[in-house]
């Protein structure tokens, strides 16, 4: 694989964990550079390590994880978009606890967000196997692309976050929806065409 081919890879399978942190980001009250990268570095080792097990994997469970990938994807991000919005529909005075940075508490919620993200990472690992590529290098460059995407989404969605306002929560919970089930569709119909 030459190395215009594993920046477009790696670009690729960072999108729909930029797309959640975009909504992430609208949802956090006060967010500011230090925070988005935090948030990056997390969804960033994610997408470093799903691929390198995906790899190890290999031939055996190909079959497994290509059928299955875009099921759990979509319960995973369907279930955290609906407690998104529920969050976002809590009365005022149960938020003025979580005023401060709501992301802090739940380091768990954004490492099932940024797995439900990265499955299909896995997907290609396994892909990977079969392909002369250094897997090292791969899930590096993978890695490295979705910190940068998204730290910067969690940096946009603020942007948006102090536009649309207080339910930006629930904005952010359906754009997780949506991702779901983009990519339930995207599994579901491509083999038909």
Do not use: C
């Amino acid at each position: 694989m030459n190395p215009a081919s594993l920046l477009l890879l790696a670009f690729a399978m960072s999108t729909d964990a930029f797309a959640a942190s975009i909504g992430k980001g609208a949802a956090l009250k006060r967010s500011r550079f230090p925070e988005a990268l935090r948030i990056g570095v997390i969804f960033g080792t994610v997408e470093t390590i799903t691929p390198v097990i995906g790899w190890a994997i290999g031939l055996a469970a190909t079959r497994f994880v290509s059928e299955w990938d875009h099921w759990i994807a979509f319960v995973l991000l369907g279930a955290l978009g609906a407690h998104m919005i529920r969050e976002g529909f809590k009365t005022a005075d149960s938020e003025t606890d979580e005023q401060e940075a709501p992301a802090r508490k739940s380091v768990w919620l954004l490492a099932v967000t940024a797995l439900a993200t990265s499955i299909d990472a896995m997907a290609v690992g396994v892909t990977l196997a079969f392909a002369d590529v250094n897997i090292l290098v791969a899930a590096a460059a993978i890695g490295i692309a979705t910190t940068v995407m998204v730290t910067a989404g969690i940096m946009l969605g603020r942007v948006i976050g102090a536009i649309i306002g207080k339910r930006a929560e629930i904005a952010g919970g359906f754009v997780l929806i949506a991702i779901g089930i983009a990519v339930l569709y995207e599994h579901l119909f491509a083999h038909m065409g």
